[in-house]
């Protein structure tokens, strides 16, 4: 019984090994990219937190009504300070002339988590990476939001993407032309041995009927 080797069964088996390699790849570069982003915001809301729990008034440390950053250009870290009820206290950030407001659930859930690590869309195409720390002061609840436009990252992200498939889709060709040579080379290495076999018949003495 001869077992013979599908071109299309090896590739599949490539493919697959390639799919998973480049998928871990991406994901795993991908992944790096957006934990970097938020290691300033991290240290800036530290920074901020210790300074209002060493008592440090925390409409001073940010004045309210300052002039800020405008996070739909500016690719630099913000600041803001939040009470108990999400009104801005202090804020470094402004988006179209005002201070922009997160929505109430990225309080409680730092309030829930002790912090609050979240990608933070105030206005359509203005995406930022924000870090939340609720902080206590005297009886008082406290919201330190740090956050930066995150616009570069996304677009090497998109080239992080165009690169991977790209050789995703080389290394499924190259897979594909190696499942032919590999077929090709096992059919002309097989030997294939025919052997003659020989069917002798022996018949029986008939067994003799004595009268």
């Given at each position: 019984m001869n077992n013979k080797v599908s071109p299309f069964g090896l590739w599949l088996i490539l493919a697959a090994i390639v799919t998973v390699i480049s998928g871990s790849?991406?994901?795993t570069t991908q992944q790096g990219y957006r934990t970097s982003a938020n290691d300033p915001q991290i240290e800036i809301t530290d920074e901020i937190s210790n300074a209002i729990t060493n008592g440090a008034p925390p409409?001073?440390?940010?004045?309210a009504g300052s002039n800020g950053t405008d996070i739909k250009t500016s690719l630099?870290?913000?600041a803001m300070i939040f009470d108990k009820d999400g009104k801005v206290v202090g804020s470094s950030a402004k988006l179209n002339g005002k201070d922009p407001v997160p929505p109430r659930g990225v309080f409680e859930k730092a309030s829930a988590r002790g912090r609050n690590i979240l990608t933070w869309e105030p206005e359509k195409g203005v995406r930022l990476a924000a870090v939340v720390v609720p902080v206590k002061s005297n009886n008082d609840t406290f919201y330190v939001l740090a956050g930066r436009n995150i616009r570069e990252i996304e677009l090497r992200e998109k080239q992080l993407m165009l690169m991977c498939t790209i050789a995703w889709i080389v290394l499924?060709?190259?897979s594909a032309l190696l499942s032919l040579a590999l077929v090709s080379l096992t059919k002309s290495s097989s030997t294939i041995i025919e052997k003659d076999t020989e069917v002798i018949i022996i018949e029986e003495p008939k067994s003799e009927q004595q009268a």
């Open positions: 790849i991406y994901a409409d001073q440390i940010i004045p630099s870290a913000v499924l060709l190259l």
